[in-house]
């Protein structure tokens, strides 16, 4: 009964700051340049190479993602091998 209770005025709680926050939105007032029609057409997404990246973050995901799979290759590479498998000359199994 405790937990029904709790989880409905959680879901309360929740709906009602989604309301306010909907209701009085959110104010960006950086003081830049006001934006104008001609702004919006010379540059419609200003910052952004792709739909959701800017360039630098696009570097950096494909830089994480090089890093990844050239570690990866040493593992495969061990698996395949079989450098990955346990000694069998020692009384203690290390892996």
């Given amino acids: 009964m405790k937990t029904a209770t709790r989880i409905m005025t959680a879901t309360k709680v929740i709906g009602v700051v989604v309301t306010a ?19 919006m057409l010379t540059d419609m997404s200003p910052g952004f190479e792709t739909v959701g990246l800017s360039h630098q973050q696009r570097l950096i995901r494909q830089a994480r993602a090089v890093d ?28």
Avoid: K, T
């Fill in 68 to 95: 990844l799979d050239v570690r990866q290759l040493a593992d495969d590479i061990d698996h395949f091998l079989f450098l990955d498998q346990p000694l069998r000359l020692s009384i203690y199994p290390i892996h």
């Fill in 21 to 39: 926050a909907w209701m009085i939105g959110c104010h960006a007032d950086g003081g830049g340049s006001d934006i104008n029609v001609e702004s």
